[in-house]
Structures are given as C-alpha cells and as structure tokens.
C-alpha cells in the first residue's frame, strides 16, 4: 500500500463553534490560541463564512471583515471560508455586482480557500463564484451537497462533480450537513471521484448520527485527500469528528497526518475553557441522534420544529411534521435540506400540519416554485406548484440573471456610516442589520476620538 499521509481542515472557529454555540464565538477568544494552532501543520483553516458573518453584525457587534483582517494578522496556515454560492453569506440570491465585489474584498482582506455550494446543487449558482475565486487568485472548492433521495445516486454525484471540475475547480468538496453520509456510499462516491478527476477530494461530515469519524476511515481507503475535523472539545454531536481521534485513529498507518497529539491537547484544554463562556448557547446534548438517519434533517432543524410548534402551543404535533416533511421535499423536486433550502421546506411542512396543506405556502416557497432559487434536482410536482402559484410560469435561466444591480443602493445607504469600502457590500448583503451595526461603529468611534481629544488636552492645554 502506498503510503498518503492525510491532511486536515480544522473547522473549529467557523463550523465548530457555528454547530455547538450558535456561531457566538468572539474573536477574543480565537486570538490567544492562533499561534499553537499555527504550528499544528493543518491543510487549511476554516475561520470564516457561513453564518459567521450575519452573527458578527447582529449578534456581536463585530466587523466581519475586521475579523478576518485580524486572523490573517495572526495566522500563516491558509484560511478558509464557506461561500453559499449566488447566496453569497446570505439567505437569497444575490445580484452578480455584489458577489463579484464580496468575493474580491475577501481575498483582498486575507483569504485563501473558498468553499463554494449551492443548496440545491444547481451548478448554475456556482458558475460565477469559482470564476471570480479564481480570476482574484484564489483557491476555487466547488462543493456538492450530499443528500439521500430517489435521485442522489452515484452517478448524479459523479455527473455533478465532473461539471463543476470543467468549471475550473482547482478541488472538490463532498458536503454532508446532516451527519447521514454512511461509511460506504461515501467509499463508493469518493472512489469514483478519484478515478474521473484530477483534482483533490475532501470530505465534510458532520457527527450528528455517530458515523463520521467510521465514514472519514471509509473515505480515506477510497483516497480521500482531507478531511474536516474540530478540536476535541469543540467537536461530536453537531459539530466534526474529532481532529485527535482521527489523528491516532490513523498513526502508524500509511495514512499518518503527522500531527503531534501532545500539541492538539493544549489546544483542545484552550477550548474546553472557551466553550464554557457560551454555556447559554450552547445546545449540544452528549449523545448523537440517530433520528437523523430516519428524517435526513439536520439537528437545527428539529430544533426550529420544536420552537416554531411550541410558540403555537402545538408541541404535540410534532410527529405530524416529520411525516410532512419528507412528503413536502419529494413535491418539491428532493432538493438537500442545508441553508437556505431546509428553512424553506422545514417552514412550509409546519405550515401544512397547522393550517392545511399549502393553505399558507410562504413567500420564500412562492420564490423556489417560481425557479428563483434555481433548478431542483428532480422535477416540483406540478400540481402542487400550481396550488402554490397558480398559473405562473417558472423561470427557466440562472436566478441571478434577472437581478438588478444591488452596490448603487447598498453605496446610497452606507453613506452616511461608511468608514471602508467592505461596509458598502455589508449593507447589500444585510440590508436590515448592517445599516445599525454601522451606525453604532461609527458612534463608538466619534465616543473614542473625542475623549482621546480631551484626554489630549491635557498634555498640550490651548
């Protein structure tokens, strides 16, 4: 056997603590633990992205591009992002303008890899974000989603992969958000990856279901180049499977990652001292939950369920929505339950058992029967769509074409609070929160300077 060592993303500071602290973590506390993590040797560093940047704004009041201005300061291991695609960090389709300008000032600002997907795998979606990715120089992974339905099958995932690498992928990414990818169709699909593409294959999983780290070995065997993992005390249930775990897991094999266990133990200490500032966010359970493999949704999901119903005092109803669920998905084309796809489907099947089926179809459910948030993997049931949005005819280009320009307005609006260029592409991306995060920055900064002014007076009186 030949050996191949193995390389490792650590997810901890973006999907780690996105999965277990609701994406709280402050960069307070990354910064006094970057320099071990610098010296581990990871493949990449995924430390931005994903609901990172809205909970920056709404929740921290923390500029998401200092933050990843401050990473880049402190950290020489290549940095990594979670791009949504045409959803750009968002939750809707944004116009080209915007995400070719997000895109430029995020390498500009320090970062390395972008993993880009799009929720219902429509390669549409993708095709501008690996061009710009690229075209700025930076490392383009373009990502498929991997869900399980009557149309997920091995050569949909190998047909999907082989366009994207035509695209210009420089590598390609296996995504599993819900924790159900088992240890064999994850050695069936990787393998067919390696043998059809020259380009690197990484593996996504979350532990949701117990079988990530068994799925990781699989993959591995099948010639899996990376794998994602979280630091001990930041990984299972929700999050990655342990970094230390695989790393003895594969010692003394021809895969060693050569990672030093004594070095990932101080930082796994750092951690689990970190993670007790979020104790009220954090809603990880010490078990997994193998209802996952029964429903396919995602652990957020089921807690959205449980908090929707509860505010309807319909608690009981919960196992009415999980019967829906899977019947709505299959009208909707089987679309993979990951942002911003399982919002829709989740909201609508609670909708369905409350009110009546398709009595009350959302505004986002009118959208995705109309063809805006792309192509479904198989196709909507007519009839249903024709419930939800009567007789309209579903759009049939890339969503994004028939978007109007969205920087003039988002400039328009920044004015009045714009310290950086970066603050315009804020407000476009968040038109309801940036505005006031920017606003409250810019008081804060006025507070500063005059009292350093007074305080300066003092030294050099008029």
């Known amino acids: 056997m030949t050996a191949r060592k193995v390389k490792i ?3 901890t500071m973006r999907d780690g603590h996105q999965s277990l602290l609701a994406t709280r973590m402050r960069i307070e506390h990354m910064l006094p633990i970057c320099e071990k993590v610098d010296q581990i040797g990871f493949h990449s560093l995924e430390v931005w992205g994903g609901a990172t940047f809205d909970s920056c704004m709404r929740f921290l009041n923390e500029d998401p591009w200092e933050r990843l201005r401050v990473l880049r300061r402190h950290l020489k291991t290549p940095l990594q992002m979670l791009l949504r695609g045409q959803n750009v ?5 944004y116009p080209d303008d915007v995400l070719i300008e997000f895109i430029k000032k995020t390498v500009y600002n320090g970062l390395d890899i972008f993993r880009i997907f799009d929720a219902l795998n429509d390669v549409r979606n993708m095709e501008k974000s690996i061009e710009v990715v690229k075209q700025e120089g930076a490392h383009a992974q373009a990502t498929v989603v991997y869900t399980i339905s009557p149309v997920h099958n091995l050569e949909y995932y190998v047909k999907t992969a082989k366009i994207l690498a035509d695209m210009g992928a420089d590598s390609i990414c296996l995504k599993d958000m819900a924790g159900i990818l088992a240890p064999q169709p994850a050695y069936d699909i990787i393998k067919a990856w390696k043998e059809e593409l020259d380009i690197p294959v990484q593996l996504h999983c979350h532990y949701t279901s117990g079988m990530a780290a068994m799925t990781y070995l699989r ?3 099948a010639g899996v180049d990376i794998i994602d993992c979280a630091i001990s005390t930041m990984a299972l249930q929700t999050s990655q499977p342990a970094i230390e775990t695989m790393v003895a897991a594969l010692k003394d094999t021809p895969y060693d990652t050569g990672l030093d266990l004594k070095k990932l133990t101080e930082i796994a200490e750092y951690f689990k001292e970190v993670r007790k500032h979020y104790a009220q966010f954090d809603v990880a359970s010490n078990s997994v939950d193998t209802n996952v493999m029964i429903y396919q949704i995602p652990g957020g999901m089921m807690s959205n369920f449980i908090s929707q119903l509860s505010q309807q005092n319909a608690l009981d109803r919960l196992p009415e929505v999980l019967e829906e669920l899977p019947r709505v998905r299959r009208e909707f084309g089987y679309p993979p339950l990951v942002t911003p796809s399982s919002q829709i489907v989740g909201t609508q ?13 959302t505004s986002e459910v009118k959208q995705y029967m109309r063809g805006y948030y792309g192509q479904p993997p198989a196709p909507v049931d007519e009839a249903v769509r ?4 009567g007789d309209e005819q579903p759009i049939t280009c890339r969503p994004a074409d028939l978007l109007e320009p969205g920087l003039p307005e988002a400039r328009k609006e920044a004015a009045p609070y714009m310290q950086k260029e970066e603050d315009v592409v804020s407000v476009a991306l968040f038109p309801q929160v940036a505005p006031q995060f920017l606003k ?6 006025i507070n500063v300077d005059l009292d350093l002014a007074a305080r300066g007076s003092e030294f050099y009186p008029a």
């Open 9 to 11: 993303t650590d997810t």
């Open 89 to 93: 960090v968002g939750y809707k389709h």
């Open 349 to 361: 099947a609670v909708l369905n058992v409350l009110l009546g089926r398709y009595k009350m179809p």
């Open 386 to 389: 024709k419930m939800i949005i």
């Open 219 to 221: 993959a591995i065997d």
């Open 440 to 445: 409250e920055r810019l008081a804060k900064k």
